[in-house]
């Protein structure tokens, strides 16, 4: 059974630049979502994906926002770039029944300068 | 107020010792209940996971709810080296929705 990965591990980016991260889910999972983890916070949820919908978003701008595809994988983009973005950015796959719960990949840490 | 309070620590204990950690939550309405541990740089492993109010142990982890104080602890017993990490509790109304987080618990182990 192949865990959740994300690519790439690691970025850097410039203020106002755009940014798409990557996340393939567990086998057998149809549900994603993603997170932000600030240095030294917990993570802070920003949406979740079942079945190619968005279903629920947290308290971020419109600027952060994603995709998932038929196979489940999924896509966060974030535009226009602050350094308040620069986190380690966390997805999570689920099988979307209210008794699971969420395995987190690696993680991809984006610096903004 | 933060949804979740957890004490960041950092907390350092000698090998051997039993190690309690804890949060406590406002939302009434949060039925799930999770710890998860991260080592650096890395993405949390998901240790225990509880529906409700009791306890559940897995080897030498307890985790114990108290919905009534809303209040969650995780207790390690003849903690390791390699249980240096950090702690996150997390918690939910549904399992499979959107996890709440406290701050992790910074965690060193000395030999």
């Known amino acids: 059974e192949t865990g959740v990965t994300q690519s790439p591990t690691h970025l850097i980016k410039t203020r106002g630049q755009q940014v798409t991260l990557r996340c393939s889910s567990q086998s057998g999972h149809n549900t994603v979502s993603w997170y932000q983890q600030a240095l030294g916070q917990g993570p802070q949820f920003i949406f979740q994906y079942y079945r190619e919908e968005e279903n629920g978003r947290g308290n971020f701008p419109p600027r952060f926002s994603g995709l998932q595809f038929p196979n489940y994988s999924s896509e966060l983009n974030v535009n226009a770039l602050e350094l308040d973005d620069s986190a380690l950015y966390l997805c999570a796959s689920s099988g979307g029944q209210p008794t699971d719960t969420q395995y987190f990949g690696p993680g991809t840490r984006l610096t903004v300068l | 107020q933060k949804e979740v309070e957890q004490d960041p620590g950092p907390l350092s204990v000698p090998e051997g010792a039993i190690v309690s950690l804890n949060c406590t939550y406002s939302n009434s309405a949060f039925q799930y209940f999770m710890w998860y541990r991260q080592y650096s740089r890395k993405g949390p492993e998901l240790l225990m996971y509880?529906?409700?109010?009791g306890n559940k142990e897995d080897g030498r982890f307890t985790a114990q709810v108290d919905k009534s104080s809303k209040y969650i602890s995780l207790f390690i017993r003849d903690s390791q080296p390699s249980d240096s990490a950090t702690y996150l509790c997390a918690m939910s109304e549904s399992g499979a929705q959107k996890l709440v987080f406290g701050q992790g618990t910074r965690l060193t182990i000395n030999p």
């Open positions: 509880t529906y409700s109010s």
